[in-house]
Each structure stands twice: as C-alpha cells, then as structure tokens.
C-alpha cells in the first residue's frame, strides 16, 4: 500500500474509533425488525383465501411493491448490483478500505472514480434517517456515523441479510423504491424475472437514479460488460432499451378486479382505527383479507360485462352486482362498475342511491300479510284507481297499461301488478311501510308522507346493498342483520343467545309466504310467461323492478345459502331503451345464481310453527268463470278460509274500507294565535257503511269528519257497517285547547 494511503487508511482509523466513543448511540436495528417495519406504498386487498384481488395506492409520496426475499431476486440483478456498487462486498466488513484508499487518491490528483461507499455504508444511511444523504452531500459527521453503522451492521446482520435489505429500500427512478416496485414499473415482471440486460439498467438506475435515458444507458452497458467478460455488447440496442424502459409506467398502483369494494375495506378499517386507537395496526397493514371470493368475483364482473356489451344498442352502459352469504352477511363478490364499459367507472353502483322501482312489493305485502291485512289468497281489484292525496289525485297504472282485474295477492305480487301494489299500501300506510323499510336498513331520507302511495312502486331511493340485504332478511325467517367485508370473530354463546332471543323484523310465517310467492313460477305467468329467465332448476325466490322513465333496472333474489342484487342503467341517471325486468338485471342474476349453485344444491325452506296450509277457491269473475283456479295455499292459522270471492272474505271491499288521512303517528301542534274552534284535523276513508270512533268512543259517520282536536294521545278508529274495528291511527295533539262538551262530540 502506497504510504499516502496508509496514512489515510490510518488517519480514517483514528476518526472512526474516536467517533464511534463519542457517539455510542449510534445502534442498528436488527433485520427482523426492518422487514417487519417495512411499508409497500399499496395495500393490496385479498380474498378470503389469500388471493390477490386488488392493489390499491395507499401512499402517494413514494411507490414501494412488496419485500422481496434474497432468493426471489433473479440471480443477474444480484451480480448487478454488486458488481456495480460493491465488488468487494462479500470479503469486507462493511467499509472497503481499498475503495477509500483508492477514491482518497484520487481525489488528491483530481481524477474521477467511483466512491468508496459500501453496500453496507448506503443501506445504513437508508435505515437512519440522521446519516441520510442531503441534497448538498453528507457532512463528514455523517460519513462517520455512517461507517460505525455499517461495521455494526456487518457485526450483526448476514451478507444475505444486508443485501436482501437494501435492494428492498434502495431508492432507483423518481418515486421508486426498492427492486419489486422497480421490476413492476419498468420491466412489468416480478424481480425474479430480470435478465441481465434489465439488471445492468436496474443497478445503471442506483447510482444516477434521475440521469438521462442515455447516462443511464451508458452506465448500465459498463455494468453489462463487467458481467459479461469477453462478451460483445450491443451498447445501441442498450440505449433504446433503456430509454423506453425508463418511461415506462405498467405498475399500476391500482389495478385488479374488485376497486369498488377494495376502497370500501379501506375506509372502514380506516374509521375502525380513528374510532379505536387501540387497534390502529390493521389500518397501515399492506395486505387486507377480505370476505369476497375471488372466483366467483371475476365470474360476476365477466359476466355484467358481457351482459351489457349485448345491451350497448339499447343505451345501457353500467351496472352492479353484489351476493351475500345469508346466514353470516359476508359479501362474497361486489362488482361497483362494468369498468371500462362505463363513463363514470368511479361511481360504486353498489352504494349508489337510486329509485328500485316493483322491488320494494315484496316487503310491503311481507307487512300486510303480518298485520293480517291480507292473505296470499286475498282477491285484490287489478282496475283504474284514483286515489285522493294532499297534492292531488294520484292514478297508477300497470306496467304494460292493462288491468288483470280481481286477482290474489299472490298473483298480484308475482306478476308485479302496480295497482294491487297501491291498494295494499293503503292498507298498511305510507309511514307505517317506510319505518319498516328503515328498520330493515334502507335509507329512507324522507317520511312516508312524503313519498306517499308511490312507495309502492319503489320511488324512494335505496342502495343496491341495503336492498339486498333487506332480501337476505327475507331469506332468514324476517331476522335483520348487517353485511361485512371483513371476517367477524366467532360469534360466542352469548352473542347467539341474543341473537335468538331478538324478536324478527318481519313475522318469519309473513317471511316463509313472499319467498313462496316469488319461487313460484306459475303466479308469475300473467307477466313473465311460462318458459322466464326467473326460473331456476334449483329452489330460488326473486324479484325484478324498473323505475320510473326505464332509468334503473333490477333483480334481487335468494336461494337456500345466497342472497344475489344486480342493478344495470347508467350512471349519469339516463333513461334505458326498451330494457325490462327480464332484459335488463335477470339474466346476470340468473347467470350468477347458476354459477352459485353448480355444485350445490338449493332446498325450499321449511315452513315456521303457525302455519296452515289450506285447500282455497276462489269465486266466479264477471264472466262466469272462476276468479283462479283452485290450489292449496298458506296461511297465517286464523286467517284461512275455504272461499275467497269479490263479496266474502279478504276481498275488495274489505281491503278498501281503510283510513287514508291522517297517517299513523302524527303529531298535531294547536296554534295559540287561531281561535281553537277553528281549528280542526280532517278525516278521510276508504270503504262502505264505515263509521270513526275516538279512543274508543263513536264518533262520526261517512268517509269523512272533521274533529276539534284536544290536548293528548287518541285512537282513532275506523269501524265497518258489522261493528268490526278494520283500521286505526295513532295522534298526539300538543298545545293548549279547548276542551268542550262539543269539541268531543
């Protein structure tokens, strides 16, 4: 060694031993803990066994993959890299005296060489925030530390180890770090793949990692030479190489087959950390298991897609699909958008709030049939109605503009009648309906008034996972319960004590009757024909729906296990061409159901304590001929009855005589500056020979009365021509009267 470099070598000695006593506080972690502490800039979000669904940009200010182990790094780029950065790098103990010796000289005659630095001096300087490089060089403080760092390093970490870390957190391009990101972005394979000319770029890359294509091209073919001795280089072929390389972008951050419910996993674990500080690990986990399954997700998303490709010429661009197990709430597939079919692939058509058209019937007749309003065998009038509201006369019609006159409310509910719909709602009450749809999770914003009988007919606005979800309610005997998309710990004893123990939101007879309903081909010919896309070789219940001016379309529907929504319109609220209930959502659902089922089977479910099934006829229609044929039906056990006909039983005017005004729960505020004898509440009926009592006490006659309302909660009662109580409202009534003998007549 020559003596000027001895006495450097020397003097560097001195000045790390005296660095290394000043600063003892100079420890390194171990590699353990800096792979575990290690971050990918994406989460990348899995189904429920562990498959890759999504990979979703979590961190904007710099672009990491994932930690790579040593042995998953191609053996070229290993050789790269150390002949590049660190030649000696297996025969050192973390500073390569000959390089500081070298580069010392050097820099003494001026000449250009490469540094003295190690590979295990950098990854210290990448570990330690305080020996990190600046933008004007480190101070020689820091090239101290940084030593001591590394002989500590090599004192306590493997080579393996050493060099397995720092292509994991070696910053390359822009805001690449580490080799996988490097790999994904500019060569679109994963790092074992890298051959040597990929190699040679990827360590050209470390030590200008923002130089010119053809810099970087240069120092990338010396590389190539000094792996490939005695071998010609094609150092042009290199250059081209490179430079398309380098503004190369194919790593993308959020690429895969599920976006819509990956940002949802998200935020709820986002929320679930801001809300519960002490578990705010899984927020910053880079992987995230999800409940989905990831072949049936990519046979739902191939399958809306293909479907609305052969709906393109009826202006049909997006839809959504999501399927639910019943008995836990797991989203087992969520399909947001058609993706690249659509204008606004963004907007999640499983959260999205639209108007879900014939949808909601089942619910509303699931409730009638639970109050004993009607039966599935209950004759409903199918004709013109015009049915008297605060805004004016409200006249629904039938989607193809035609009445089926009298007919069962099985029939009516099948066949997706309109008008029966309505009359049924009249029956329950607009607010009555709308609390139990909030009960059952759909986000109602306003009241029942406010919608009035056109709720029937789904012109509320409802998401398609709450509307699934309120199907899956169905499906389970009435029992609510919430979906996930992430697993729930077991549930324990006393979790599923208390489960039992809570009273359905639907009585589970009412439930058994609408999924009997609507698994019954045969009550759904009068609209959907014998040979329906509805109908399955396996036990399913199901339900279309088109809201108004054809701009949604859907089909919400269960088997034994799966509960399965589709919805298909347009993002941008635009009206469809000439899509119905079996064009439009069926055929994905049904395609669906299928793929569900093809190995499982789907059994009818067993009928709940408290019901009869009873052997009915139905009287003769205007022309002589029965209403329906007779068949068996099931009944709530008192409500049965061998005979329904337009004169007996639950029939026309049974159901008609019903209060329309006021609804049910109404608070009414007397106002002090109105003379109180002025004031009155109106009320209005439906029904023949009908008379009104208040609490309990006659009151009126006719289809309509006016009452001088008193201080307090009332009844009020609606009586028909045999003294039977046939519907009732609740009142309250708030602010000073008068309460006279008169005032209570």
Request: proline share 6%; with cysteine.
């Amino acid at each position: 060694m020559p003596l000027l470099a001895l006495s450097i070598h020397r003097a560097f000695a001195v000045a790390l031993l005296s660095a290394a006593c000043a600063h003892p506080s100079w420890a390194l972690v171990s590699f353990e803990d800096v792979k575990r502490d290690f971050r990918s800039s994406d989460t990348a979000v899995l189904d429920r066994n562990g498959e890759l669904l999504q990979r979703v940009r979590t961190d904007a200010t710099v672009r990491r993959g994932q930690w790579i182990a040593l042995a998953d790094v191609s053996p070229a780029l290993r050789t790269a890299m150390v002949l590049s950065e660190d030649r000696r790098f297996y025969e050192h103990s973390g500073i390569d005296w000959r390089a500081v010796s070298s580069a010392a000289w050097s820099n003494l005659w001026n000449t250009r060489t490469r540094g003295a630095s190690t590979i295990t001096m950098q990854l210290s300087g990448l570990l330690d925030e305080d020996l990190r490089r600046a933008s004007g060089g480190r101070s020689f403080t820091q090239k101290i530390g940084q030593t001591v760092a590394a002989t500590q390093l090599e004192r306590n970490w493997r080579k393996d180890q050493i060099l397995e870390a720092y292509l994991n957190t070696v910053p390359f391009r822009g805001e690449i770090v580490g080799i996988d990101a490097l790999s994904r972005t500019l060569f679109s394979k994963a790092p074992s793949g890298l051959d040597a000319r990929e190699a040679a770029v990827a360590a050209a890359l470390v030590r200008a990692p923002n130089a010119k294509p053809a810099l970087v091209a240069q120092r990338a073919c010396e590389v190539l030479r000094a792996m490939e001795p005695g071998q010609k280089v094609d150092c042009d072929a290199i250059d081209m190489f490179t430079s398309a390389a380098v503004q190369r972008r194919a790593f993308d951050a959020n690429e895969g087959i599920a976006p819509h419910a990956a940002r949802r996993v998200l935020r709820e674990l986002r929320d679930v950390a801001a809300t519960n500080p002490t578990a705010p690990q899984k927020a910053k986990d880079t992987s995230v298991r999800t409940t989905l399954r990831a072949p049936l997700q990519r046979f739902a998303l191939d399958s809306l897609q293909r479907h609305l490709r052969e709906l393109r010429d009826r202006h049909v661009e997006d839809g959504a699909l999501v399927v639910l197990d019943n008995a836990s709430g797991e989203v087992l597939a969520w399909v947001g958008s058609s993706g690249p079919l659509s204008q606004a692939a963004e907007v999640d058509g499983v959260t999205a709030l639209r108007q879900p058209g014939s949808t909601l019937k089942p619910l509303l007749y699931g409730q009638a049939i639970a109050e004993k309003r009607i039966t599935a065998a209950s004759l409903i009038e199918d004709s013109s109605a015009q049915i008297s509201t605060a805004s004016g006369l409200y006249i629904p019609q039938n989607y193809d503009r035609q009445f089926k006159g009298p007919v069962s409310a099985r029939t009516a509910l099948a066949a997706s009648l309109n008008v029966p719909a309505v009359r049924t709602l009249v029956m329950v009450s607009p607010e009555s309906f709308a609390r139990s749809l909030r009960a059952a999770g759909l986000p109602l914003r306003e009241s029942g008034d406010y919608y009035g009988y056109s709720l029937a007919l789904g012109s509320a606005e409802v998401s398609l996972l709450s509307l699934a979800n309120a199907y899956r309610m169905v499906a389970n005997g009435g029992r609510y319960g919430t979906t996930t998309l992430t697993a729930r710990p077991p549930a324990t004893p006393a979790d599923k004590a208390k489960a039992a123990a809570a009273p359905p939101l639907l009585d589970p007879r009412a439930a058994f009757i609408v999924g009997d309903i609507l698994s019954d081909p045969n009550a759904r010919t009068r609209t959907f024909g014998l040979d329906s896309i509805l109908s399955t070789r396996f036990w399913t219940a199901v339900k279309t729906g088109t809201s108004k001016d054809m701009r949604d379309n859907w089909a919400v529907g269960w088997s034994q296990r799966y509960t399965v929504g589709v919805w298909v319109g347009n993002a941008s609220g635009a009206s469809m061409w000439d899509v119905s209930g079996t064009s439009g959502a069926a055929p994905v659902w049904a395609e669906v159901m299928r793929f569900l089922h093809a190995r499982e089977p789907s059994r009818a479910p067993a009928p709940p304590t408290g019901l009869v099934e009873a052997r009915v006829e139905f009287g003769p229609a205007a022309d002589g001929n029965a209403i329906e044929a007779a068949r068996s039906e099931w009944f709530l056990q008192g409500t049965e009855q061998p005979l329904f006909a337009l004169d007996t039983g639950m029939a026309t005017d049974a159901f008609a005589a019903r209060i329309t005004a006021p609804s049910d729960g109404t608070i009414i505020a007397l106002d002090p500056d109105i003379p109180p004898l002025r004031q009155r509440v109106r009320f209005e009926s439906e029904g023949r020979g009908v008379q009104w009592r208040i609490d309990g006490k006659p009151f009126a006659r006719g289809n309509s009365a006016q009452w001088l309302p008193w201080p307090g909660r009332h009844v009020i009662e609606l009586v028909d021509a045999s003294g039977k109580v046939v519907d009732q409202r609740k009142l309250e009534v708030r602010g000073a009267g008068v309460v006279t003998k008169s005032a209570r007549r």
